[in-house]
C-alpha cells in the first residue's frame, strides 16, 4: 500500500509542469536600475495632463522611457523595442498611446499593454519592459 501510495505521488509531483512560457529572444534587453521624478507642472510634462498623450524622456533606462496617460493611470515603459537589438533607431518615437521604432520594420507598440499593435510577425513575441508609476499630486515617481 505504501508503494502505491509513493507511486501516486512520484507520478503526482513529476508531471506537474509550469506555465511560464520563456522565450530566448527576450533577452536585448538589460536590467537597469530606473528611479525618476517628474513634475506635471513643467512645461515639458504638460502633455500628460491630457488622456492618450505620451512623452519620451531620454537617459533612462536601456533607450529612454515613454510615459503614458491611459485615462486611468499613467504608464511607464522602457523606450527600447524589445524585439530589436538596441541602438540608435530601436528608441520608440511616441504618437498618443503607441510608439514605433525608426529600424525601418514598423514594430508599433501600445502604451496602455505594452504589447506589440497589430502583430502579423509570430517571431515578435516581447512586450515592452515597464516600470511602476506612483503618483503624488502632481508628481510621478517612476521606477522598477
Same mark, same amino acid.
Given at each position: ?6 507511486? !501516486? $505521488?512520484?507520478?503526482? &509531483? ?14 536585448? *534587453?538589460? =536590467?537597469?536600475?530606473?528611479? !525618476?521624478? $517628474? ?9 500628460? @495632463?491630457?488622456?492618450?498623450?505620451? !512623452?519620451?524622456?531620454?537617459? !533612462? ?35 498618443? &498611446?503607441?510608439?514605433?521604432? =525608426? ?10 499593454? @505594452?504589447?506589440?499593435?497589430?502583430? =502579423? =510577425?509570430?517571431? *515578435? ?14 508628481? *510621478?515617481?517612476?521606477?522598477?
Amino acid at each position: 500500500m505504501k508503494s502505491l501510495f509513493a507511486l !501516486i $505521488i512520484s507520478l503526482f &509531483l513529476f508531471s506537474c509542469s509550469s506555465n511560464t512560457v520563456t522565450n530566448e529572444n527576450c533577452n536585448f *534587453l538589460l =536590467d537597469i536600475n530606473v528611479n !525618476i521624478t $517628474i513634475n506635471l507642472s513643467l512645461p515639458q510634462y504638460s502633455t500628460l @495632463g491630457f488622456v492618450g498623450n505620451s !512623452i519620451y524622456i531620454s537617459g !533612462i533606462g536601456n533607450n529612454g522611457i515613454i510615459v503614458a496617460n491611459t485615462g486611468s493611470s499613467y504608464m511607464a515603459w522602457d523606450a527600447s523595442d524589445p524585439n530589436y537589438v538596441p541602438g540608435t533607431c530601436s528608441a520608440l518615437v511616441p504618437n498618443g &498611446l503607441f510608439g514605433t521604432n =525608426d529600424c525601418g520594420n514598423g514594430n508599433t507598440y501600445n502604451f496602455v499593454t @505594452g504589447e506589440i499593435s497589430d502583430n =502579423d =510577425d509570430p517571431t *515578435l513575441v516581447c512586450a515592452l519592459k515597464n516600470y511602476r508609476v506612483q503618483q503624488n499630486g502632481n508628481s *510621478l515617481t517612476i521606477y522598477n
